[in-house]
């Protein structure tokens, strides 16, 4: 099985940068695509970015687009998030997953086949 741990999150002010990662242990699958997802305060999971394994296709929301870049390396079964010119807004746990394309840009965050433990992101004004 697959275990997901999420690191790199913190407090930085507006405009800052913040990169966090996401580290796989056990036996990853070529079938897996990744991303990431956040939850705000009293909000649901929503969808931020997702990656192929072959990093060959990325995804991301409305709302970052521009901001946030989603690679990985599979050597070192890790995918990242650069988040640039951060805004209060992107304050939330953040969430990396992997199952299905499908599953990760739809935002179906409960129907993943593997998820971490979230990571904290504030960002304050």
Not at 88 to 116: H, I, K, M, S
Request: net charge positive; charged share 15%.
């Amino acid at each position: 099985q697959v275990q997901l741990v999420e690191s790199g999150g913190g407090l930085v002010q507006a405009g800052g940068s913040l990169r966090l990662s996401c580290a796989a242990s056990g036996r990853t699958s070529t079938t897996y695509a990744t991303g990431w997802f956040r939850q705000a305060p009293g909000k649901e999971h929503e969808f931020v970015a997702a990656i192929s394994w072959s990093g060959g296709s990325t995804a991301y929301a409305d709302s970052v687009k521009g901001r946030f870049t989603i690679s990985r390396d599979n050597a070192k079964n890790t995918v990242f998030l650069q988040m640039n010119s951060l805004k209060p807004e992107d304050t939330a746990v953040y969430y990396c997953g992997a199952g299905t394309w499908g599953r990760l840009v739809q935002g179906r965050f409960r129907e993943l086949d593997y998820w971490g433990q979230g990571t904290q992101v504030t960002v304050s004004s």
